[in-house]
């Protein structure tokens, strides 16, 4: 089985995870099971895990990143490019301190650059620690009335164009999608992810998106993968 995790940011809030808990829980990974990335084969009879890291918040290159080299783990990090800039003369105090709900908004993240820069982005991708995924332009519900084509395209471009790297994973702004979203999607990308609180059994996401669980507020590091929380996971693999 595959388990797809979604984390966001560490910090404080519901959205987020303190940098002692994402520490060891990504150790007990590192020492439990082996990870993934789209595409990747895996053993059908054993569970492995693929990290999903949504929206680029600069505190992922902060705290996150150094983690994965020291774990030796690799993630998917989900980037919305119209927040990205080149690069960025603000301290890393003041690129920290902006609240997730406020990250996004206009003034806060031309002035503040809470999100990381296309220069860290291509310094993680050059380690192979991280890949990256479209999270769409704006970062907007898909399934509203938007230019889905224009969210689905652009992204894309931008993210190839600054990294010279092929961008194959569309990762759901809010988790949200449609069938008639998803076949657009799947026109641009070979794999397109939403939230389902379900396993995987395969990469096939023709048809339907693949699943991710939510990571974000763990209260023990063990959390996710305890049967006592996953079981109902399982049982929705088999009627996705």
Excluded at 181 to 192: D, P, S, T
Aim: charged share 25%.
């Amino acid at each position: 089985m595959l388990q797809i995790m979604m984390y966001h940011r560490v910090g404080e809030g519901k959205h987020s995870n303190s940098f002692d808990m994402m520490q060891n829980h990504l150790d007990y990974i590192a020492k439990t099971f082996p990870t993934v990335l789209p595409g990747d084969d895996f053993r059908r009879g054993k569970r492995s895990v693929c990290l999903t890291f949504d929206d680029a918040s600069y505190d992922f290159y902060v705290y996150v990143y150094p983690l994965l080299r020291k774990f030796n783990l690799r993630a998917l990090l989900a980037v919305p490019t119209q927040y990205i800039t080149e690069t960025t003369n603000q301290s890393a105090e003041t690129r920290l301190s902006v609240p997730y709900f406020e990250a996004m908004n206009n003034e806060v993240y031309a002035e503040k650059a809470p999100f990381c820069t296309w220069e860290e982005l291509r310094e993680m991708l050059a380690s192979g620690h991280v890949e990256l995924a479209s999270h769409g332009h704006r970062h907007v519900n898909m399934t509203n009335k938007v230019d889905v084509e224009g969210e689905l395209r652009l992204s894309k471009e931008l993210l190839e164009d600054h990294t010279r790297q092929f961008i194959s994973s569309f990762v759901y702004p809010f988790g949200r999608a449609n069938k008639k979203v998803h076949a657009e999607v799947m026109k641009h990308y070979a794999y397109g992810m939403r939230i389902g609180g379900a396993m995987n059994r395969s990469w096939d996401c023709l048809q339907t998106p693949l699943c991710r669980i939510v990571g974000d507020n763990l209260s023990k590091p063990k959390e996710p993968f305890l049967m006592m929380q996953i079981g109902a996971a399982y049982l929705k693999s088999f009627v996705r």
